[in-house]
């Protein structure tokens, strides 16, 4: 059945892919401009989660695995899905464990992003997670993970260096950057996370 979708006529749905995860949708559509097209999109079965870890001394837990897409290497805040019909909240908690084997007696939501919202669905949820309480990981079987940690200044700087590139990891920590000065953190936390001595030497 024709519909309008924003300024696009939509005539026809075709789903042409679908695993687990992912399923890709082929729209036949009149464009804003009047003229026939194809719209492709990728659909998520998972919400995307992400966790900022921070210890009481300003250093946060990154997490480094290999990534099949991009065929390298990469240093990320712990991630993972979460079922649309569950509680995210549950989904991060599960993560951190699985990723790090740490626990955490605060959870704070900070972010909500869309991931490449011109061909994806994907919604991104971040918490910021503190009194973390150290633990066994449980990798998946997909997962061959690494962890360290560093001071969050530092995290920082690789960021804007280029060393980490993660979309989800990014902008937490600019996010976590702008609460920490804006006064939004307990301030001890804060205070810890700006501290420009605790950086490595």
């Known amino acids: 059945m024709t519909r309008m979708r924003g300024p696009w006529t939509v005539h026809d749905d075709r789903e042409v892919y ?5 399923s890709v949708t082929e729209h036949a559509v009149t464009r804003p401009d009047g003229k026939p097209g194809i719209y492709g999109v990728v659909g998520f079965a998972n919400y995307a989660l992400a966790i900022l870890p921070v210890l009481a001394d300003g250093r946060i837990v ?19 899905g979460g ?6 909240l549950d989904g991060a908690v599960r993560e951190l464990r699985e990723e790090t084997g740490y626990q955490a007696t605060s959870w704070r ?4 992003m869309d991931l490449s919202n011109s061909v994806t669905d994907e919604t991104a949820i971040g918490y910021l997670a503190t009194g973390l309480v150290p633990g066994e990981a ?37 996010k976590a950057y702008y609460m920490a000065r804006e006064g939004e953190l307990d301030a001890d936390l804060a205070a810890a996370m700006l501290d420009q001595g605790a950086r490595r030497a």
Do not use: K
């Not at 079922?83 to 995210?88: I, R, T, W």
């Open 62 to 80: 990154l997490v480094g695995q290999h990534r099949f897409p991009h065929d390298r290497y990469s240093w990320e805040i712990p991630e993972g």
């Open 18 to 22: 679908r695993n687990d995860w992912v």
């Open 109 to 112: 939501e900070v972010l909500r």
């Open 83 to 88: 079922a649309l019909d569950a509680d995210p």
């Open 138 to 174: 449980e990798p998946e079987g997909t997962e061959d993970l690494l962890t360290r940690e560093l001071h969050f200044c530092d995290a920082l700087d690789e960021v804007v260096s280029g060393q980490i590139t993660d979309a989800l990891t990014v902008a937490m920590l600019f």
